[in-house]
């Protein structure tokens, strides 16, 4: 089904579980059709019946098209016959082809256009393109045009290939004449199967060539009828519609006639029509498939064209009945496959007949048959058409001789001398083969037998599988015993038949017995599902090792969660069908006997296993147990319901690892129903999660890999509903299963049910369907509990190649068999006959509860000379009661030399074939004499047979005695076991007691005894007994010399372990409080590192002298910087434009989602600032201007560092390691780019440390007495020293250096402002704006303000101290004149006529103008460092001033010119008060006093009144304006004293913010009284009378106002009040984002991107990877980053829904911000699900982004070579 996106958001989902793939390729939209929909799914437009009122259209509109269009289409086909060369075998022809197609864009083009115009001309269309009169009437090829006949010829020529009969097969068939009668289906071997079709023609064909060697080789044909055209024959066209799709096939499917041909879908007629062509094309297609060179782009288009059509139930009806859609599919896919068909060569390679698909095969490769498969799929997914599929017998019979092609595939045949050469790769095709081709079809099949009434279709299927499975055991010469060493996965006519039976008892209520073959037969079924368990179990053994890793894969593969239902669950269910079915004793020796361990299962402590090497046995002993305990505890097709089955899938996933929804999804096995698309009860699947799993939702670290939403089991599902036996089924990786184990040992110890380590629990098992009771005969047969008690036994004699895991499933079988024992219990000796059965002697009858009891006393046992249970003198009477021998009978002859005498010998094979040749030959006389020779001689052992001897071992034991023995040693105490029924008989009553359900061994034990006492009286008493009698030692033995050696051997394991623990314990302890003092980027941005040691803090209270010391962390040494070996921060600088980006509106921007909104970036911080330094040149000096801002807002450079420090040689030498090094990825040595060597943080910089010592900076700090004016004076005279640059010191060449790495982080025009380029004021304004960009970084960092006060995280490992070094030091080489030092200005009055310069001349720039930051930020960096606290002080009350004046004049901007007459009036009173100098509304009134003096306030006219803020001006109004317009320069100023000093700053709240920064920065007076309200003004300290240097600086501003009074005002006032910066607000729901993104055109090229991209910053469009955009080899994505962030951008990659970082020439995928319901990501929006802003994801990335930490954060980075 499809829709287009306008009727899906008009429909209604709500509580719909919905994937949407969004088509590129168009089609028709189905909704408003009720054959593909139901009504209620509409869209509301739909919804609606229209069509009684569609009026009809005038025939005269009509008229020119019908009468030009049939000439158009036959030029158009004119072209395409004319353009078409069949191509040469050794010349590809795409390129002519394309040609072709390119010429033919207009017409096609056109003819799609003509669609889109509605029902009228689509219908005008239909009657064209079917019109067969016009057809032969225009291309008949008669006539005289010669080009036209020549174009005819071209087009016979074509068709010639189009039918299925290939040449050769003419040779053998002769030509088929059309005969009379319906379309027949021929098919090998199924002559006279139904009367009525009459006489069918079918050869056996050897290939007369022999070129390919196949054997006997089935054709299938269909004998052509005069009605229809037989796809047999070359096609026959009669309209334009059947030529153009004929040439849309031989162009390879091309897109644009695609769409058109789909376009035309909505008119009814038209579908019809062209469905039928399509159908009628269908062999031509397969063949165009298989040689077209891109089959991919061919495939997909052709299921486009196919899911559209088939997926209509009434058409697809109609098409099977007209056309023979069924029998074309079905035969065009044989053909197809017969391609590839080579010999098998399973079992008898020589004489073999059978005939398999070769996997190595283009065909098979490249999944080329898909598309086929995939339509057939499809149309059985119809009820109407699979029931004709069903009940059609000739189709059966094709079709289950296509899924034999399969049977056997893939051969694996098991290396044993070296190692495979080239491992093939084929399995992929295989496994995909069997899924898609025969797993799909049969999912679609049974999908229709789910009721009674359907009985007789299964009948259908069960027995042609059975004929098909009887015609390849007779094919490949199979008797009784697989060829050894090989194995296939691929049985799927097993499989058919397996899942055919199971449907049929499970929903049809047929009796199992009817569908079932004979005994025989049902023998040689079991035997390959038998040996691909065998195999699986031999691969984890590593024994096929020599194959390579392929053959891990397929064993992978089977059990793989796609592949398991339709691989290794049939075939389990399979052999428990077998296993209900036959003699147990059979059963379970041949299990044995396949994994190739009954040698093992002796009791003797040594033996000669002639089939395994020793070191495989444990594994493969395992492997058997686990497969029995598999086989009889899976209950999945047994009698489990859907919903059991479902929570069991979902209980095994959860409990290996906490899944994703989306993983669970994908892990749980659908039970295909190809008709609903989603998993069928998905419903359930929701409900049963919600049951089974907590939801974890995901947790956002900064810095944390992103994670996603994730579902845990619940504690109940721990403790009741954990089944091992279904993980271990499920597990693809063996470490899966200890995950679970690990999970479940977590649990008990959290939840303190058990301590130790656990073993897997026992689980019950839903009650078996009646039909497979039989099953649990295989626990109650003596063949198992033989092997069982020889297992105990060799258990607790320590025998080598056992395990723990086999004691387990050893302690698991008996529990199965005590919880499925008969009730009644009754030994069946009566039943046995005694001769025949040889191991009566070892236990009396069946039943396992009584056979618990039963004690052997003696066996007779075959072992090896030198085993140590020969004994020379054998004892004279042997009882023969209960004498037996457990050993293989590969040697037959021995097997009749024990037979005579006093003891029978057990052997499980001669059992075996026993039992096969009774059911063979229904005899059981002859059974008894003969013992069938080995049927393959490569069986035999290599080597003489191994000298062998028998011994009688005294035994006395049962199993129970064996149990009980075993607890006391698991737990390692003499009488352990004491029965707890003697204490509490209510044990007995009330069994289910929560103590034994967790627990190790000694728990399982204490279970069975207490279920072997509860199930009979018998057994209770004799465990009793047993318990009574003091146990002696077990095994009693003395400690032997080699005993003593393992003995001490263990002693000293003991004691190396120790050693162990006590390192790792210190190692942990030295990791912690490296961990402690090293960084940590996931704890916030900074936190990256140890602390750096502040170079400026006091190590020492002596008073000697000490220099800060530093630690290399490459050569480890620790000692001062110098001069001569300089040492160094690791950093990295990096462009920022985070600050540009500060906006003064607290509103937030928001991404555009439709034309009108639209983001203008007038208001963002970078544009004011700009505005105004281009204002302030227009009017005055340039040098001056470059003086009274800072830049650095867009592109400023950033300084961050780790904290480590090193010296510069030793990492000029790590750089030069790194050069060697090629195995970089992801930075450019080149570039200076490294990571850190003790902390990997990127870096592309070192910071050199100022030698410096930390005591002469405490001096420098101490407060002196000196007044104002003297520091005034200083400082000036400081300032006024030109700064030489050292001497060439190696500390002077790196301060060097790195001063041109800061130089060249940013690109030019972030530095180069001035007018005149290379002015030297241009790099002087770059240097103090580097400081002021990192200065107001951290404040950002911060939060905007200083209230958290502190060191703060950044504190910690700042590194402006030594970056202010480096400034100061390249700034003091530019000497400002005196004259022009704003310092003078500032301090001094001038006299008067100063003023008076040369008019012609710039002025400079009023110091009212100026910005007090940077000022502040010149002097300091102008003067000598280090610099002392009280001339830090001095600068800062200077500036203090001046920045109190300019808020004073902002203010009287700001207010209406009566309130500045007011203010005027009352300031003017107090001027002559004491403090009048600090009083704001004294000052107020003077500087609006002085600027009246010029033009500032005149022409205010009413646009001006616009600008005044309407409030009234309170004075508490007035006082917070003031102090928010100073608070930014106090922020700032604190910061830099904090770092410049190392005080830690004050905390307070946001209300206290200004005094107590401006008390920490000793502007307020120590004395003051905080009690009052706090005015501002009282912070004041004028280095000059007030009054006079206020009217000096505003009478600057009025000799400006005199000409430009607008600019003047403007410039007066500033902004100050930034607000943080943010990304863009994202909408709620990514669909908003997608539909109005995706198809939005660029700007640049009008065209839709391919792939389109927004800047979360600004919200630009740009194309990622647009060719078309491209400036100067830059992509648009690349050139975008560097002009919106400075080099960093962070895009949102529309149709992936993944954010992109660009840092530099560096890019890396950060993740999604859309995460839908469950919490997971839909990366390329794969899923299809509906997605929504996850908010702290958004969070996080914002804060990476301010906090510029992507490069540390993310780790996956890689060159985009400006490619994005």
């Not at 041909?261 to 019809?272: A, I, S, T």
């Not at 069960?462 to 008797?479: G, K, S």
């Not at 019950?764 to 297992?791: A, D, E, Q």
Request: glycine residues 4%; aromatic residues 8%.
């Amino acid at each position: 089904m499809s829709l287009c996106a306008e009727c899906f958001h008009q429909g209604d989902h709500t509580g719909h579980d919905f994937n949407m793939f969004r088509s590129q390729a168009g089609g028709a939209c189905d909704c408003g059709d009720s054959n593909v929909m139901r009504e209620s799914g509409f869209c509301r437009r739909h919804q609606i019946k229209s069509s009684s009122n569609i009026p009809c259209v005038p025939k005269d509109l009509l008229m020119m098209s019908e009468f030009v269009l049939p000439r158009f289409i036959f030029c158009l086909i004119q072209y395409l016959r004319e353009g078409y060369n069949e191509p040469a075998a050794d010349v590809p022809s795409e390129k002519d082809l394309s040609k072709v197609l390119q010429l033919l864009e207009p017409q096609i083009s056109f003819l799609e256009d003509l669609t889109k115009m509605g029902g009228a001309m689509r219908s005008v269309l239909t009657q064209v393109l079917t019109n067969q009169q016009n057809y032969k009437d225009l291309t008949s090829g008669l006539g005289e045009n010669t080009c036209a006949k020549k174009s005819h010829e071209k087009y016979l020529i074509a068709l010639k290939s189009s039918g299925l009969t290939y040449p050769e097969d003419k040779l053998v068939y002769g030509i088929q004449e059309p005969s009379a009668g319906t379309s027949t289906l021929a098919v090998q071997g199924f002559a006279g199967a139904t009367g009525t079709l009459g006489q069918l023609d079918s050869s056996d064909e050897e290939d007369q060539d022999g070129s390919q060697g196949l054997g006997k080789r089935k054709r299938v044909k269909l004998s052509s009828s005069t009605k229809d055209q037989s796809i047999m024959d070359v096609l026959k066209h009669k309209s334009f519609l059947e030529e153009l799709l004929f040439w849309t096939i031989k162009y390879e499917f091309p897109q644009k006639m695609v769409t058109f041909l789909l376009n035309m879908l909505p008119d009814q007629e038209y579908k019809v029509a062209f469905t039928k062509t399509f159908v009628q094309h269908y062999a031509f297609i397969m063949k165009t498939l298989k040689k077209s060179h891109e089959s991919d782009t061919m495939s997909n288009r052709i299921v486009h064209i196919s899911v559209q059509l088939f997926s209509n139930e009434e058409l697809a009806r109609q098409v099977t009945e007209e056309c023979q859609l069924l029998d074309i599919m079905v035969t065009v896919l044989l053909y197809m496959m017969e391609s590839c068909l080579i010999k098998s060569e399973l079992q008898d390679e020589e004489n073999s007949l059978h005939v398999v698909v070769n996997c190595g095969e283009a065909l098979l490769k490249n999944n080329t048959y898909w598309p086929l498969v995939s339509d057939f799929i499809n149309i059985l997914s119809h009820q109407s058409v699979a029931k004709k599929f069903l009940e059609d017998h000739g189709l059966l019979v094709t079709w289950m001789n296509f899924v034999s092609f399969f049977q056997g595939m893939n051969l694996n045949k098991r290396e044993l001398n070296e190692h495979v050469e080239f491992e093939s790769q084929t399995y992929y095709a295989a496994f995909a083969a069997e899924l898609e081709a025969c797993a799909q079809p049969m999912w679609g099949l049974l999908s229709h037998c789910k009721v009674r009434e359907t009985q007789e279709y299964t009948r259908n299927v069960v027995r042609y599988c059975l004929e098909a499975l009887q015609d390849w055991f007779d094919a490949i010469n199979f008797v009784d015993e697989p060829a050894p060493n090989q194995v296939t996965f691929h049985l799927p006519l097993h499989r058919y038949y397996a899942m055919f039976l199971s449907k049929a008892v499970k929903c049809q209520e047929l009796d199992l017995d009817s569908v079932l073959p004979d005994q025989e037969m049902l023998m040689k079924l079991m035997i390959h599902p038998l040996q691909i368990q065998a195999s699986l179990a031999e691969i984890h053994s590593n024994m096929w090792v020599r194959n390579g890793l392929q053959i891990k894969g397929q064993a992978m593969t089977y059990v793989q969660s796609h592949f398991c239902n339709s691989m290794i669950d049939p075939d389990i269910y399979l052999l428990q069908v077998c296993a209900s079915r036959l003699d147990p004793d059979y059963f379970i020796s041949s299990v044995f006997e396949r994994f190739k361990v009954v040698d093992l299962l002796t009791m003797a402590s040594q033996h000669q296993n002639t089939v395994l090497d020793a070191e495989h046995e444990r594994s493969m002993l395992e492997g058997a147990l686990t497969f029995l305990v598999i086989l009889l505890s899976l209950r999945l097709h047994l009698g489990m319901s859907d919903d059991e089955i479902l929570r069991a899938e979902m209980v095994a996933q959860l409990c290996m690892n906490d899944r994703t929804h989306s993983s669970l999804l994908d892990l749980i096995p659908e039970n295909p129903n190809p008709k609903s698309g989603i998993i069928p009860g998905s419903y359930s699947f929701e409900s049963v999660l919600s049951a089974v799993a907590d939801f974890k939702a995901p947790v956002f670290e900064p810095g944390g890999s992103m994670q996603q939403g994730m579902y845990t089991p619940k504690a109940e599902v721990w403790d009741q509903e954990f089944d091992p036996v279904m993980v271990i089924l499920r597990t693809v990786y063996r470490r899966d299963v200890q995950s679970a184990m690990d999970r479940y040992t977590a649990f008990l110890k959290q939840n303190g049910k058990f301590p130790g380590n656990p073993w897997p629990p026992y689980k019950k098992r839903t009650p078996l369907h009646p039909s497979y009771k039989g099953l649990m005969r295989l626990l109650h047969c003596k063949t198992l509990h033989i092997v069982l008690f020889t297992l105990l036994y060799k258990i607790l004699m320590d025998h080598q190649n056992l395990s723990e895991h086999v004691l387990c499933m050893v302690l698991y079988l008996i529990e199965l068999g005590l919880e499925n024992s008969a009730d009644e219990e009754s030994d069946e000796e009566a039943s046995v006959c005694g001769p025949e059965r040889c191991h009566d002697s070892w236990f009396p009858g069946s039943n396992l509860v009584a056979n618990m009891r039963h004690f052997i006393n003696y066996v007779r046992v075959r072992v090896p000379e030198t085993a140590p249970e020969v004994k020379r003198d054998s004892p004279a009477s042997t009882s023969s009661d209960s004498l037996g021998s457990l050993q293989s009978s590969r040697r037959p002859k021995v097997l009749q030399r024990e037979n005579s005498g006093t003891a029978q010998v057990f052997s499980l094979v001669a059992e075996r074939r026993k039992k096969f040749q009774e059911i063979i030959n229904r005899s059981s006389n002859e059974a008894n004499q003969v013992v069938r020779p080995k049927t393959s001689s490569k069986w035999s052992a290599p080597g003489s047979a191994p000298q062998l001897t028998t011994a009688i071992l005294e035994i006395k034991e049962s199993i129970l005695s064996l149990l009980i023995k075993l607890h006391h040693k698991l737990s390692g105490k003499q009488n352990s076991y004491y029965p707890p029924w003697l204490d509490d008989i209510e044990i007995l009553i009330q069994p289910e007691i929560p103590k034994y359900s967790h627990g190790d061994g000694i728990t399982a034990v204490e279970r069975i005894l207490l279920k072997a006492a509860l199930q009979s009286r018998m057994n209770k008493r004799i465990i009793e007994e047993i318990c009574r009698k003091v146990t002696p030692p077990v095994p009693p033995r003395k400690v032997t010399a080699a005993e003593k050696k393992t003995l001490d051997k263990e002693e000293r394991r003991q004691k190396a372990r120790e050693r162990q623990q006590k390192l790792l314990a210190e190692f942990a302890s030295r990791q912690k409080s490296f961990m402690e003092t090293a960084m940590d980027v996931e704890r916030f941005f900074f936190s990256d590192s140890p602390e750096n040691d502040i170079p400026m803090e006091i190590t020492t209270a002596e008073p000697q002298v000490s220099e800060a010391v530093y630690d290399c962390v490459i050569c480890g040494q620790s000692g001062p910087s110098s001069e001569d070996r300089p040492t160094g921060l690791v950093v990295l600088l990096q462009a920022s434009s985070v600050l540009g980006q500060c906006r003064d509106n607290t509103e937030p921007k928001k991404l555009p989602i439709t034309e009108e909104e639209q983001i203008y970036p007038w208001d963002t911080c970078a544009a004011v600032h700009d505005v105004r330094l281009s204002l302030l040149q227009r009017y005055f000096k340039d040098s001056s201007c470059l003086l009274a801002v800072s830049i650095g807002w867009e592109g400023g450079v950033y300084v961050q560092t780790c904290g480590h420090t090193l010296h510069i040689d030793c990492h000029k030498s790590y750089m030069e390691s790194l050069r060697n090094d090629q195995v970089l990825q992801g930075f450019s040595v080149d570039k200076g780019e490294f990571t850190c060597p003790l902390c990997r943080q990127f870096a592309n910089s070192v910071l050199p440390c100022y030698p410096g010592s930390n005591m002469e900076n405490n001096l420098w700090q101490r407060p002196s007495n000196k007044s104002l004016q003297d520091l005034i004076k200083e400082v000036e005279e400081l300032q006024g020293r030109p700064g030489a640059f050292p001497s060439e010191t190696n500390l002077s060449k790196e301060m060097e250096s790195v001063m041109k790495d800061i130089k060249n982080t940013t690109q030019k025009k972030y530095r180069d402002y001035s007018k005149t380029p290379g002015s030297p004021d241009n790099d002087f304004l770059f240097m103090y704006s580097v400081a002021r960009t990192n200065l107001e970084l951290e404040l950002i960092h911060r939060g905007g303000n200083l209230c958290s006060g502190g060191a703060s995280t950044a504190g910690k490992r700042s590194c402006l101290n030594q970056l202010f070094h480096v400034l100061a030091l390249h700034m003091r080489l530019y000497s400002i004149d005196s004259e022009f030092n704003p310092w003078r200005k500032l301090t001094q009055l001038e006299e008067m006529n100063s003023q008076l310069g040369n008019e012609e001349q710039q002025p400079e720039v009023p110091i009212l103008y100026h910005d007090a930051t940077s000022l502040l930020l010149i002097q300091i960096l102008m003067m000598p460092q280090p610099l002392r606290k009280d001339h830090f002080t001095c600068i800062v009350k200077v500036l203090f001033a001046l920045l109190y004046t300019q808020a004073l004049a902002a203010l009287s901007v700001k207010c209406n010119e009566e309130d500045r007459s007011a203010w005027k009036h009352t300031g003017a009173l107090k001027k002559n008060t004491c403090d009048a100098e600090k009083s704001y509304k004294v000052l107020l009134s003077f500087v609006i006093s002085e600027l009246s003096k010029g033009k500032l306030y005149h022409e205010e006219g009413a646009q001006e009144c616009a600008m005044v803020s309407p409030i009234a001006w309170s004075s508490e109004s007035m006082e917070k304006y003031l102090q928010d317009f100073c608070l930014p320069f106090l922020r700032i100023t604190s910061l830099l004293q904090h770092h410049l000093f190392g005080e830690d700053l004050p905390s307070c709240q946001e209300e206290e913010e200004f005094s107590v920064l401006s008390s920490c920065l000793g502007l307020l007076p120590t004395f003051y009284q905080t009690e009052h309200p706090f005015i501002s003004a009282s912070c004041l300290d004028w280095p000059v009378p007030a009054f006079d240097i206020i009217a000096q600086w505003c009478s600057e501003i009025n000799s400006f106002t005199e000409r430009h009074a607008e600019q003047g005002k403007a410039l007066l006032i500033q902004e100050s009040r930034w607000k943080l910066p943010h990304l863009l607000q994202l909408p709620e729901n990514y669909n908003t984002i997608f539909q109005y993104y995706h198809r939005k055109t660029c700007s640049v090229c009008t065209k839709v991107p391919k792939d389109p991209a927004v800047c979360l910053v600004c919200g630009t469009f740009v194309c990622l990877k647009g060719l078309c955009c491209k400036q100067q080899s830059y992509c648009e994505c690349v050139l975008h980053s560097q002009n919106c962030g400075a080099g960093t951008g962070i895009f949102l990659l529309v149709n992936a829904s993944v954010i992109i970082i660009i840092r530099g020439h560096r890019f890396c995928l950060w993740g999604s911000v859309y995460l839908d319901a469950h919490g997971e990501e839909d990366r390329d929006l794969r899923r299809g699900k509906p997605l929504y802003i996850c908010k702290e994801r958004y969070k996080v990335l914002e804060q990476q982004w301010i906090s510029h930490t992507f490069d540390h954060i993310n780790k996956r980075w890689g060159p985009h070579y400006n490619g994005l």
